[in-house]
């Protein structure tokens, strides 16, 4: 009798039974009452089993098709919702052992959404969303976060429920709920960082680009939608790794006028120019995984950057420097060595991975090479008056050189330091400017000139190549005997001793023959190179440095 008993209790409900159970359900969970007061009143164990029933004996169609569907979502998260809060406000860590109460209303909540998807995503999307608002848990946003990712481990589009999600905080906005859009964009952020979105697009992304634009672009605390811009820029920040390459390069050329061509301050531009940064970070100028499709935009990108880099405006132009800087950059850490000018000894080891696969790369910069030496000259005479500045300058010839480590790129970077030399070598002076101004000029002058013999040691230490050793070490030791100054460090300050020489002397500054004879040796007879350094690892047992005394201290000074 108990298995005809079970046999029929399998059996698949009709459309009143279901009917039924759903009002049962809705009893149970105390849809009626207030929410403030539904919790304690929720039968728990009458509600999971109504629930079960329909989730595992109602037909697909059935449930499709009867007004009461909604009433299933509905009592499906009120579950969750109890079940998430009992699991995060557990009074006491004994009761990580025990079966949590509404332990299975995950399930189900998934299994009656499984009955619904695809065909009523929306409607699911929609409901679960009224939802969350009617019952006003935005402000609890760990519960919002949690029942959003029990959505999204469905077998539905993750797409929608980001585009309704955008639509409701375009919504508030437009009402001036500030509140209500932080507590969303708090959720939002979290819900982004998982790795179940698929089917992304910029579309969407467009609409947060605008607000968070119109937020930077206010630029007064006194405006609320100011207060918002830091949730607006962590939202674009986590979607900008889930977008696909060809959508990735689509968003990057939407964002690029409205940080360089928009009329804004330059602290706004700093600030919205920090996400272009960060979506440069993740792109490579030429991607391998899609060629043929960013080989033309990548060349757009690259003209576009040159021109802002030769721009009037020195926020314009260093932001674009700093951004080409980071398209460049194949992720391997590089600009970490570059981070001020220094020099790059022969027989020392540097974390710098030299790239191997450059040849498109180097196509570009064949190309360009004109553009970026004129755009390049035109920013260091513009905007290298402060050291930071210079800094930037000298990342970008870095990573140029690292990322395209050939003959043709070092001849190019040497012929540009040859120019800027000359163009700081004897630079005019205003019969009518004071002392100070002199002294600032000179500053300027010894910066710029350290920055090019840093540059020159990298290209030495890269190509290792005896006869320009010879000549930049000799060039270099010139400058340590008689004029320290044009050497890195680069220095707010500089000091000057009577035996230092602060006028013209050929043989402390590059003669551009020499330069050229170096390279002709070094690529067109191919010169002998000199070895690479090895690592030494500091703390080895047969570390030539231990052998003094085998002291601490010996270890640490690179004995």
């Avoid at 600030?271 to 899609?290: C, I, K, L, Q, W």
Wanted: hydrophobic residues 40%; proline residues 5%.
């Amino acid at each position: 009798m108990g298995r005809l008993s079970a046999l029929f209790s399998r059996k698949k409900l009709t459309s009143a039974k279901t009917r039924l159970l759903v009002d049962q359900l809705k009893t149970s969970c105390g849809v009626f009452l207030d929410p403030t007061i539904r919790s304690p009143n929720i039968q728990e164990a009458r509600a999971l089993k109504i629930l079960r029933q329909i989730v595992t004996r109602s037909q697909r169609h059935i449930v499709q098709y009867i007004p009461e569907r909604d009433a299933i979502l509905e009592c499906s998260l009120i579950l969750v919702q109890n079940y998430v809060a009992h699991l995060r406000l557990r009074p006491s860590p004994l009761k990580r052992f025990r079966q949590e109460p509404f332990a299975d209303a995950k399930v189900l909540f998934q299994a009656a959404i499984d009955l619904l998807v695809p065909e009523m995503l929306d409607e699911v999307i929609d409901t679960t969303l009224k939802f969350l608002q009617t019952e006003n848990l935005w402000q609890v946003e760990f519960i919002c976060v949690e029942i959003l990712m029990f959505v999204l481990e469905c077998r539905s589009p993750s797409a929608p429920l980001l585009s309704k999600l955008i639509d409701r905080i375009e919504r508030f906005l437009a009402l001036s709920d500030i509140g209500q859009v932080r507590h969303m964009l708090s959720v939002l952020q979290i819900v982004i960082v998982s790795q179940r979105w698929d089917l992304m697009e910029y579309s969407e992304l467009s609409k947060l680009v605008r607000f968070y634009h119109s937020s930077v672009m206010i630029g007064t605390s006194r405006n609320q939608i100011y207060e918002l811009r830091r949730g607006f820029e962590k939202c674009l920040k986590n979607l900008i790794p889930r977008l696909s390459i060809g959508d990735l390069y689509s968003f990057f050329v939407m964002m690029l006028p409205l940080v360089f061509d928009t009329d804004m301050s330059d602290e706004a531009r700093i600030e919205f120019g920090s996400t272009v940064e960060h979506a440069a970070s993740t792109m490579t100028v030429y991607d391998p995984r899609n060629r043929m499709h960013t080989a033309q935009v990548s060349t757009f990108i690259v003209e576009y950057l040159l021109r802002c880099i030769a721009s009037e405006d020195p926020t314009r132009s260093i932001l674009a420097c700093k951004v080409l800087t980071k398209l460049l950059e194949r992720g391997q850490h590089n600009p970490n060595q570059f981070q001020s000018p220094t020099i790059f000894h022969m027989d020392t080891y540097y974390e710098i991975v030299l790239a191997t696969d450059f040849a498109p790369l180097q196509e570009l910069l064949v190309e360009q090479r004109v553009h970026l030496e004129q755009a390049l000259l035109q920013a260091i005479e513009r905007h290298s008056q402060r050291k930071m500045n210079v800094e930037v300058f000298y990342q970008l010839l870095c990573t140029l050189l690292v990322e395209a480590p050939s003959g043709f790129t070092a001849s190019a970077v040497s012929c540009l330091l040859l120019k800027v030399q000359k163009m700081f070598l004897n630079y005019p002076t205003d019969p009518d400017s004071s002392m100070l101004a002199d002294q600032q000029q000179q500053q300027h002058n010894n910066r710029i000139h350290a920055t090019i013999m840093a540059v020159m040691t990298l290209i030495n230490w890269i190509h290792r190549s005896g006869s320009m050793n010879a000549y930049i070490t000799q060039v270099l030791h010139n400058r340590f005997d008689h004029a320290p100054s044009l050497n890195p460090p680069l220095r707010e300050r500089y000091r000057y001793a009577p035996h230092h020489v602060s006028w013209y002397e050929r043989r402390l500054f590059f003669d551009s023959l020499e330069i050229r004879y170096c390279l002709w040796k070094c690529f067109r007879i191919s010169e002998e190179k000199i070895p690479k350094p090895a690592r030494m690892r500091t703390r080895s047992y047969n570390d030539p440095r231990r052998r003094l005394d085998g002291g601490t201290l010996n270890v640490f000074a690179g004995m």
